[in-house]
């Protein structure tokens, strides 16, 4: 688990760092068409995607300790079935499980928002380069 997590925050910080774009006015632009150019196709990117990088993301839906709702009431119900078969202590089980379920849910939440995030300003980014290369600039 530890290496998908780390594999997912790798892959988030790669598409960040790519949607660092330059923009070069391959047709003899003024800057101040530039300006205009990439302020007009930064809206249409966000209309075509959903996506605005100024803003952030909306939060998954989770309780205040990031956990996924029930999660900790799942973990505590498989723990006791768990525990009362291996070692006859279900109360112990129960409280182990709700732990180790409610960890998973935070690590899985934060995982899928991280993967949400980079995909998301990845779309933005390539919609972004699309409308520009339209306008005559050279994206990279």
């Given at each position: 688990m530890t290496h998908k997590l780390l594999a997912l925050a790798l892959a988030a910080t790669l598409a960040s760092s790519a949607s660092?774009?330059?923009?070069?006015?391959?047709?003899?632009?003024?800057?101040?068409?530039?300006k205009s150019d990439e302020a007009a196709c930064h809206t249409w990117a966000?209309?075509?995607t959903g996506v605005d990088p100024a803003k952030p993301p909306p939060a998954p839906a989770t309780t205040a300790a990031g956990t996924t709702p029930g999660a900790g009431?799942?973990?505590?119900?498989?723990?006791?079935?768990?525990?009362?078969?291996?070692?006859?202590?279900?109360a112990k089980g129960a409280a182990v499980g709700a732990v180790a379920e409610r960890s998973r849910s935070r690590r899985a939440n934060a995982a899928?928002?991280?993967?949400?995030?980079?995909?998301?300003?990845?779309a933005y980014a390539n919609a972004r380069a699309a409308c520009l290369q339209g306008r005559g600039y050279t994206v990279k």
């Open positions: 660092a774009q330059y923009v070069y006015p391959a047709k003899g632009q003024s800057p101040q068409q530039q966000v209309q075509q009431a799942r973990g505590a119900a498989k723990g006791a079935v768990i525990a009362g078969v291996a070692d006859g202590d279900a899928a928002g991280q993967q949400a995030a980079a995909s998301g300003q990845g």
